[in-house]
T-cell receptor
Framework: EPEVTQTPSHQVTQMGQEVILRCVPISNHLYFYWYRQILGQKVEFLVSFYNNEISEKSEIFDDQFSVERPDGSNFTLKIRSTKLEDSAMYFC???????????????FGAGSRLTVL | GDSVTQMEGPVTLSEEAFLTINCTYTATGYPSLFWYVQYPGEGLQLLLKATKADDKGSNKGFEATYRKETTSFHLEKGSVQVSDSAVYFCALSQGAQKLVFGQGTRLTINP
């Protein structure tokens, strides 16, 4: 079954450092998302991406965050200068065409755990 | 904006017990409703979904019925197993838009 792949599975970084989290969505999917989950809390939407641009972003997604689809397969989340409160599990997700079976279903990756010290 | 509210956890049951996890939502329009499950150390997996009123989603013995009149999508299972121990998230989406999650309910099943 097709899956969303995320790397790294765990990254430890110092406060103020830049971090890039990588995702390989399902190959024929068109919509891409990043979510985060602070330990023990709810899953929060960060950003959605379609047709090579951000389609929606949350208040959490401030100027420190950026997303990019540098080639036909990768989808990255960059945090420019990490803060302690950025420590969380970050989930990438993708979704296929708007119509047909599974149209509204997001497929999630296993997550990248970020620890900021 | 749209929101999802789940029953407070954690929930602890014995094996073979009946499970209900309540979920209610607030949304404009007619959202699709989902239950996702997160097993220990893993990501989010779709458990079941329903796309319109009175639809029943089902998978792995779990069921949930889309109730528009009560804006609810409660998750049920007749006989839980230890392997069902996980965190369960109720969620909604409007058409092509993002998923909005509830706060999650941690379920522990004791043998």
């Amino acid at each position: 079954e097709p899956e969303v792949t995320q790397t790294p599975s765990h990254q430890v970084t110092q406060m103020g450092q830049e971090v890039i989290l990588r995702c390989v969505p399902i190959s024929n999917h068109l919509y891409f998302y990043w979510y985060r989950q602070i330990l023990g809390q709810k899953v929060e939407f960060l950003v959605s991406f379609y047709n090579n641009e951000i389609s929606e972003k949350s208040e959490i997604f401030d100027d420190q965050f950026s997303v990019e689809r540098p080639d036909g397969s990768n989808f990255t989340l960059k945090i420019r200068s990490t803060k302690l409160e950025d420590s969380a599990m970050y989930f990438c997700a993708s979704r296929g065409i708007p119509r047909g079976a599974g149209a509204n279903v997001l497929t999630f990756g296993a997550g990248s755990r970020l620890t900021v010290l | 904006g749209d929101s999802v509210t789940q029953m407070e956890g954690p929930v602890t049951l014995s094996e073979e017990a009946f499970l209900t996890i309540n979920c209610t939502y607030t949304a404009t329009g007619y959202p699709s409703l989902f239950w996702y499950v997160q097993y220990p150390g893993e990501g989010l997996q779709l458990l079941l979904k329903a796309t319109k009123a009175d639809d029943k989603g089902s998978n792995k013995g779990f069921e949930a019925t889309y109730r528009k009149e009560t804006t609810s999508f409660h998750l049920e299972k007749g006989s839980v197993q230890v392997s069902d121990s996980a965190v369960y998230f109720c969620a909604l989406s409007q058409g092509a838009q993002k998923l909005v999650f509830g706060q999650g309910t941690r379920l522990t099943i004791n043998p």
